[in-house]
């Protein structure tokens, strides 16, 4: 996730007397100076018969649209314009539109305002690209706009490098090419990516292109696509539309037979997954674990043998835990149109994820290793996520989930370099000097980094809002064992009577999922207090508005239910304890990391004295070996890619910036969906990592 360059841009008055991006760099047009907008939908839209074929998917089927050259998202727009006319329509099905983009240069924010405010017919859709639009970094930036049933993936970077990372079962349905002109861009156009369109392409792929470039034709031709030119938008004569063949006798044999009307084919799967029955080993207590079949030192990476278009209704799936994991985890399902049940022998986020307040906050690394650091990807998709969360339920919500105060991290000088290399996009962090700090915070705290999409999240608002939602349930009971008979996993619970069978069961169960997967190393695990104390409005006013880190973590807030002022600090590290009592050894701790970092802070009255008066509350937080939770199918010899037990856990203090992304990932695996991260991160995150074995 290293920086990206924004595009270079000329403005151009048309014959309708609109003003037009350029291309300075590349000498070309985004979009037709006559009608940008309709030669989308003649090109793209129609050439690929989209209407048609998005009217009649069938209920839970996903439709995958590739596109190369996102550019001002004009494309992007006209489908979600047609799309969201087809949901309308069908509001009770489950159908689901995901499109994938590119684009190596994006515009910046105010010149994609400027270019989409010609279309005022999709100013409903520019201004939730615009809510939404990511900052200039590297990597795989997934928009989800639950409404619609739409899911938008922009990659930023080199079209081949993103689509060679691409990784899940789904394949492309239609493909957009719609970079810039061969001849003015004859970098883009390389073998290598049409390589990259052949591998996510099936016998059912159509494709189209404004070019009909010989550059184009015969690239398109080696990889497997039949051609065809139509006359192309406006004066421009011709245009190339295709359909893929992949150059085998079965699959060509497929393609010629329906070649007269190839955008019309429905392709479904019809792979089956041959019985099975296996019983997962668990634990009973905590100190005794029962022996399992070895599994291989080392498994083999794959994709579970799930196939989409094998959904035909609503998945049941059980949740195990209520916390921030387990939460995400439903509500990425749910919102797909599956039913989750959620079980927990306490109330929900009763562990490390129910503190009174959470810091959302990127730990920085340097710039150039950020593309594959999840906690910065998990970061900048949690900003996205909660004020989303916010908008679905707030019929039930009296306050935000996410208040984004932004937050003065000053330690990041430790980790990343200060001096004129800092080059960070400002969207995600601004080098602030003893002066601007000071300013900012009225005390002398030095240099810091700021990053204004950080802020504080209500985690009971968090809870309320995914447990509004009408097809998530809880219920408050504690696991016992379960066992995979064929595609169903029976669940027994202590305080429950009858097993429960499901499609798939999740585990977030944090530090006990090493008590029901013995096959695991311990996780590492600590204490960590939570210290708060309420404020009047006087010292609140005295007080930095802005959260600091420092290692710990200090923060001001307001509780509107309680109508009181409180300063936060956190928290506390000790190893090697389960025990969870608040002790004053912990607040002490806090106190004593907010003398060692900020003296002249730690100076005020309120951290002197009163100690009586604070509040705390202690919880476990655990990690892995590699400091990576784990987010996948769990792998049993028995059962291997049939395995229908998944988990999540391990996410140490990271929580709220992990869980959004880490649950699309889960949700992703088991709807045999294209995964929003790269093939590198879905293996660093595989549960069966051959580091956590025993």
Known sequence: MSKITYANLDWQIDKNVLTVPVSADFGDVYFCKENGLNESRYVFIEQNNLQKRLENLDDYQTFVIGEVGFGTGLNVLAVWQLWQKIVQQNPNTNSRLHIITTEKFPLKRQDLQQALSIWQELTPFSEQLLANYPPPLAGCHRLNFWQDRLTLDLWLGDACDSLSQLIG??????????????????????????NQIKQLSKPTTTLATFSVASLVKNNLKNQGFNLKKVKGFGKKREMLTAFFTENDTQNLAISQQNSAKFNQIKFRYNKKIPPFWTKIPFLQTPKTRKKIEKIPKNPAFYLPNIYPNDIKKPLKISVIGAGVAGLSC???????GHDVTIFDKNAPISGASGNIRGVLAPKLTELHRLKNDLHTIGFLASCRFYPTLEKIAQKVLATPILETTGCLDLLSHNRVNLDKGFNFPKELAQFYDTD???????????QAIFTPKSGLINTKNFAQAVLSLPNIHFRQAELQSFEQNNQQILVSFKQIQHNHSFDHVILTTALATCDFLPQLKAFNHSRGQVSWLPIDIKTAEILPKIPLKYGSYFATFYDKKTKQNFVMLGASFVRDTLDITPKIDDLMSNLKDLQDFMPDLAKQEIFQQNLENWQGRASIRCQTVDYLPLVGQVYQTDFGKNSHLWTFSALGSKGYAYAPICSELIAGLICGEILPLSETMVKKLNPNRQILQC
């Open 330 to 336: 439903a509500f990425a399902l749910a919102m797909r």
């Open 169 to 194: 079962q789904q394949k492309v349905d239609a493909w957009f090419l719609d970079g810039f002109a061969p001849a003015c861009n004859g970098e883009l156009w390389a073998e290598n990516l049409f």
């Open 436 to 446: 601007l700090t000071k300013q900012s915070t009225n005390f002398n705290l030095g």
